[in-house]
């Protein structure tokens, strides 16, 4: 993801939004969210930048905003930390009126509410992703201008360019938990390896009628794709 | 520092470019090279049929990428550079080849923007395929270059191994290209593949419906 603020105009340069010099601290990353029957599963990378400096490492980009419902953060950090905790407390606030638990399409349409309204200011992709008892495991995508649609399997941030040909190919509908959280964490894996601004660990979720299982995998034990 | 408050409509000033996707894979005993076929200025598609897939010599092929321009340009120049060796020598190696484009490709990588893989089959050793990318010459096992290459990166390196059999390349090189073009808004078409082994070179011609399909949301 790139911005174009403090820009210089080079008069070669065709696309001025590309010479940058910027050093606001971005989640540049890869996120992604996959439904499958009786939940969804959800990871991230773990690399928060400022210019070429790694801030945090270890960066946790999955969000809870509700008991069964996350969010995945990609753009701006500080635009997403802080859309996050707006939608977090107005959901909280329409579950304890409603006296049940809020559907994730609600929780999708507070962020996309937010993120539309103040399109020009923010800078913010994110997936959010649950489970309610009406529709089961679901992923909406709301990326940077403030669309919202529901997708079976959503990838978002910088380094989901590099994965759109590997999770069109290896995606199947009906696939397990087990098989999900696989498919999730080889394609975190190969986007890391090709974009500088994703990298760490790997951050995984699913999220079920049971409740969260959250894991983490280290670098040295993600999977190996070697071309040598 | 100046803004430029009213930029000039892109079209006007956008030069011709195969925005594109372009492949090239080793196997046992040859190389599979593919592309796309859309040639784009601007939003406008300007040749949806062109081959990208040029010859450099009989079992030598190069394709294209960038500006479409330049690459069709040092293409026919190391064509020629080739034809001038050939009464000397019966097969020019793969790797002289790669060096004539890298040599052009360098001296003049301010004014050039081409990409282009080079890549064929030599008695010496055997398939191969060279990348050269803005001067620098590499050889790889496989290659990708072009806009549409970005969606295809996590792809190509997961599901690549080592001594498939020429069917697989190929199989491997039109799922690459698809995919691509399915994401990728500058390249689409037909994909054109071109498969060269010690009896020579082969063309084919994907048409779009004979296109693998993929789980589409």
């Known amino acids: 993801m790139f911005i174009s603020q403090n820009f210089e105009m080079d008069s070669f340069s065709q696309n001025p939004e590309f010479t940058i010099h910027s050093f606001f601290t971005f989640l540049d990353t890869t996120i992604m969210a996959v439904e499958f029957e009786g939940g969804v599963v959800i990871g991230a ?3 928060t930048t400022t210019g070429a400096y790694i ?9 809870p905003i509700h008991e069964r419902i996350f969010c995945c953060r990609s753009g701006s950090a500080a635009d997403t930390q802080a859309i996050a905790d707006a ?6 606030f329409h579950s304890i009126e409603l006296d049940e638990a809020p559907l994730v399409q609600t929780a999708a349409s507070l962020f996309r509410e937010m993120c539309y309204r103040y399109r020009e200011e923010l800078m913010a992709g994110i997936i959010v992703a649950g489970w309610d008892p009406r529709r089961g495991g679901q992923v909406y ?3 940077v201008g403030g669309m919202m649609t529901r997708q079976p399997v959503s990838v978002g941030g910088s380094g989901s360019s590099y994965i759109y040909g590997y999770v069109d190919s290896n995606y199947r509908a009906g696939m397990s938990k087990e098989e999900c959280l696989k498919f999730t964490a080889e394609a975190l894996t190969l986007a890391m390896e090709r974009d500088g601004s994703s990298g760490g660990v790997v951050r995984l979720a699913v999220i079920s009628e049971q409740g ?7 670098g040295n034990q993600l999977p190996k794709f070697s071309t040598v | 520092m100046s803004e430029e408050l009213f930029p000039e409509p892109e079209w006007l000033s956008e030069e011709v470019k195969t925005g594109t996707t372009i492949i090239a894979v080793t196997f046992d005993g040859g190389v599979v090279l593919g592309s796309d076929s859309r040639v784009s200025a601007g939003e406008s ?4 049929v062109m081959n990208k897939l040029s010859p450099l010599h009989d079992k030598i092929y190069c394709a294209l990428s960038g500006s479409a321009a330049d690459a069709q340009t040092i293409a026919e120049i190391v064509n020629y550079q080739l034809d001038c060796i050939k009464h000397e020598e019966d097969d020019p190696l793969v790797c002289s080849a790669a060096t004539l484009v890298k040599n052009i490709s360098y001296k003049y990588k301010e004014e050039l923007s081409a990409h282009l893989i080079v890549a064929g089959w030599d008695r010496k050793k055997g398939g191969q395929v060279y990348a050269t990318l803005n001067g620098l010459l590499s050889r790889q096992p496989f ?3 072009g806009s549409g290459s970005f969606y295809i990166n996590g792809f190509v390196d997961a599901e690549y191994r080592k001594n498939m059999t020429k069917r697989e390349s190929q199989e491997f090189v039109v799922n690459a290209l698809t995919l691509a073009m399915g994401r990728d808004g500058s390249s689409g078409g037909v994909a054109y593949v071109v498969t060269i082994d010690k ?5 084919k011609c994907v048409l779009g419906n004979e296109l693998p399909k993929f789980f589409d949301e």
């Open chain 1, 45 to 47: 990378d773990s690399r």
């Open chain 1, 55 to 63: 801030a945090n490492r270890v960066t946790d980009k999955l969000t």
């Open chain 1, 87 to 92: 939608v977090t407390y107005q959901l909280g």
């Open chain 1, 141 to 143: 995508t709301v990326p």
């Open chain 1, 212 to 218: 969260v299982e959250r894991q983490v995998i280290l």
């Open chain 2, 45 to 48: 598609v300007v040749n949806r």
């Open chain 2, 143 to 145: 290659a990708i270059g």
């Open chain 2, 199 to 203: 009896d020579g070179a082969e063309e």
